[in-house]
């Protein structure tokens, strides 16, 4: 699949429980991803799968303290940019980590998401943590990857995700940013 994937027309029931998003990152291929999440975890969707922007759940994304969300970067305090076990487990000073969320009952939403940011960067024990997730989901729990070196990951986690393959410059050109349909880009 490629940047036409934010063209698709969405509900609940035909959304992957796994997707990695395969681009160079951007600011607007990250705005595209949180509205598709913020469509995922809203309570009061809109007709055609549209986020409302005023339930507690927009909100709280909106303002970053959505409980049913966890957003992971690399490891800043390390030399060398990882994303390591300890991340993806949690700990109490960053996060409640992915499979304590995954677990969970979701606190406002009616679903669970992670989102994990230059997910090439995973250590081995991360990547392993990770495909025991990948393996059996969790119901309405969804795991986004955005990688921009996806041959980094184990082909065990390729193998279970859907590969969502964007042109770097696809949100660089403003008559393809017109032509969006309005579900996936806000101008």
Known sequence: MKADFFNK????????????????PSKGLNEEINNLIKKILCVDKQKNFMFCDLCSSCKSFNGHTNPDFLEIFPDEDLKSKVIGIKTLRGDSKKNRGVINIMSETALISDAKLIKINDAELLNLDAQGHLLKILEEPPKNSYIFLLSSRPAKLKPTILSRVNRIKINPSYFENED???KLDPLFYEI
Request: charged share 20%.
């Open 176 to 178: 393809i940013k017109n």
């Open 9 to 24: 027309k969405f509900n609940s029931q035909n959304i992957s429980h796994a997707y990695l998003f395969e681009c160079k």
